[in-house]
């Protein structure tokens, strides 16, 4: 599983979060006791952040072709990838896309992809 975003511990569970103000709110994808439906699949709930016991920025990491990547998303084979070196000329000879000013996306196949996991930040 490839993991971007925020991640809370609550009552010994681990969820989807995102932080909001004094309170976190807590995503599943099955209803519950507490949990309101925001769309199909897709159910939240506010808790007071004291009441979490964890709470981080999950992101999953990787190396292609011997450089530094975030891992965004999986699709079949390829995995979509964020360089994060930080040198364009690398970035070109890989041929990544320029995604925005400064970053720079491309797809990578899986068994290319090395050293791939999970940093809490």
């Known amino acids: 599983m490839m993991r971007d975003g925020y991640m809370a511990r609550w009552q010994g569970r681990e969820y989807e979060a995102s932080p909001d103000g004094d309170q ?3 995503y599943q994808p099955e209803p519950g006791a507490g949990f ?3 769309r199909p699949g897709r159910f939240v709930r506010l808790v007071p952040a004291t009441e979490v016991d964890d709470l981080a920025y ?3 990491t990787c190396s292609w072709q011997g450089q530094p990547f975030i891992v965004l998303a999986a699709h079949e084979s390829w995995l979509r990838v ?3 070196g930080g040198r364009w ?3 070109q000879s890989i041929g990544l896309e320029e995604f925005d000013f400064g970053v720079y996306q491309g797809w ?3 068994h290319e ?3 791939v996991r999970e940093q809490r930040v």
């Open 58 to 60: 999950v992101r999953t």
């Open 113 to 115: 992809v090395t050293e």
């Open 24 to 26: 976190v709110r807590i």
């Open 108 to 110: 990578a196949p899986v």
């Open 36 to 38: 309101t439906e925001v």
């Open 82 to 84: 964020e360089y994060t």
């Open 89 to 91: 000329p690398i970035a």
